[in-house]
């Protein structure tokens, strides 16, 4: 991918940066972003589950593999690792999303195009025995749903770096969504036979809302020149955190790309169901990890504050991850019976091993925002490197025997060995980009190991 335009004003004649708007308290702000994110996620869920009953297995497959190809083309490029070193830059700089990043986004844009059109492709490939003008439409809909995948992911980090208010961010999430659910419920209420296509257009007009309300939402611009971000330093931190920010063992749907290339459309729809349980420890993950690396990267030079923060943030996304598992993990077989129909009753058993796997997998994100944190972005990436083969492997075995339990069981290996690692890469990592070592070890550093 070719990089951006890195022209910027010379930092030396910097202005001061506005003051950053005021947080609520960290437990406090963090739960109700939390809350939110959860009945967001509810909300999703019920999406899934009326999409499901008017789509049926197959249609719900087709739905999937257009969504998890459009969510893999932005995580590989600019939906990536760049909504993190956004993030991260404008914290520590303390510059508006509208100032840093205005003089990028031409070129931005034209490197988004890409990637959106090599998905779509990609699927007129997989669709290439299908007949009818489907595939087409099928096609353009993932296209304009991997732009705006990516158009959101850099507005989430342009608003986290910038200081918007947690409360604010997270209603602009939950409000778009209320409207989406209510679309599906007059839908299916009414009786409408909606199709792949037309449930997806439903989606992407969504999204769209979701893109307006957050751009409005970004603070005014102080049109200074000087308050431009550096586009080599932005670059360089982009490419050292990338792979850890995509977070390649679930953040690229191979799973479940995999289900739908070798099995085909009706078994993803069933994994897509067992899925859909799981999803919500992904989402509770992915907010506590966006929620911690601005309060994180705000308070490097302060190491013993650091200490707490990261203290805090651990102990709270581990409190509320193993509550949302059990809690799944006991509805798990009832919701999927009763909520998405007798069909996707053998999505049950691999829902159960997919539950356990999202929670590793979700506080593994918090680990990884850790280490971004602290300037150690780059141990993140390696240990995801190293362990998206054996995602890959497993799932294509799973396939290989026609076994959903297997890959479920998969992700939950995988989540295991990860969070291993990025715990011993965290006790290793100090404030500031510093090693273990680099610093003498104090009685704190000693009891809670993780977090010096």
């Not at 030396?12 to 996620?41: C, F, M, N, W, Y």
């Not at 799973?398 to 989540?415: D, E, Q």
């Not at 965290?426 to 404030?431: E, F, L, T």
């Not at 704190?444 to 977090?451: C, F, G, K, S, W």
Request: proline residues 5%.
């Amino acid at each position: 991918m070719p990089e951006p335009d890195t022209t910027a004003a010379p930092a030396a004649d910097a202005a001061p940066a506005p003051e950053r708007p005021k947080q609520a308290g960290g437990a406090i702000t963090g739960l109700a972003v939390v809350g939110a994110s959860i009945l967001t996620q509810l909300l999703s869920t019920v999406n899934a589950v009326l999409a499901s009953r008017m789509l049926g297995v197959e249609g719900r497959g087709q739905v999937v593999l257009v969504t998890s190809l459009a969510m893999m083309a932005s995580q590989l490029t600019l939906g990536g690792g760049l909504p993190n070193a956004i993030t991260k830059l404008l914290a520590d700089k303390g510059y508006t999303a509208r100032d840093g990043l205005g003089h990028l986004l031409p070129r931005l844009v034209t490197i988004s195009v890409v990637p959106s059109a090599l998905a779509a492709g990609y699927l007129l490939f997989l669709e290439r025995h299908s007949d009818g003008g489907t595939k087409y439409a099928l096609a353009v809909a993932l296209a304009l749903m991997a732009l705006q995948t990516m158009g959101l992911r850099v507005l989430i980090g342009s608003m986290l770096g910038e200081g918007t208010p947690l409360l604010s961010f997270a209603m602009t999430n939950l409000a778009p969504q209320a409207v989406t659910t209510l679309a599906f419920v007059v839908a299916f209420g009414v009786g409408a036979d909606l199709d792949a296509v037309e449930t997806l257009a439903l989606i992407i007009g969504s999204a769209l809302l979701t893109s307006l309300v957050r751009l409005l939402a970004l603070r005014k611009p102080t049109h200074d020149p000087t308050h431009r971000l550096d586009g080599h330093e932005l670059w360089d931190l982009t490419k050292k955190t990338h792979i850890g920010s995509v977070g390649p063992i679930d953040g690229l749907s191979i799973d479940r790309t995999l289900v739908g290339s070798l099995l085909g459309n009706a078994q993803l729809g069933l994994y897509s169901a067992a899925f859909s349980l799981a999803s919500l420890t992904n989402i509770l993950g992915g907010s506590l990890a966006m929620v911690a690396l601005p309060r994180i990267a705000v308070v490097q030079n302060d190491p013993p504050r650091e200490r707490l923060v990261v203290r805090g943030w651990i102990v709270l996304s581990a409190a509320i991850i193993v509550v949302a598992v059990v809690g799944l993990e006991l509805i798990a077989a009832p919701t999927i019976r009763i909520a998405f129909g007798e069909e996707f009753t053998g999505a049950t058993e691999c829902a159960r091993w997919l539950i356990a796997a999202g929670g590793l997998l979700s506080f593994r994100r918090v680990l990884i925002a850790i280490l971004q944190g602290r300037g150690h972005g780059g141990w993140a990436s390696w240990i995801e490197v190293a362990l998206t083969p054996f995602v890959v492997l497993g799932v294509w075995w799973a396939s290989h025997i026609n076994s959903l339990v297997a890959a479920g069981i998969t992700m939950a290996a995988v989540g295991v060995i990860s969070c291993l690692t990025l715990w011993v890469g965290a006790y290793r990592s100090r404030p500031g980009g510093g090693h273990h070592g680099d610093e003498p070890t104090d009685e704190t550093a000693l009891e809670t190991p993780v977090t010096t």
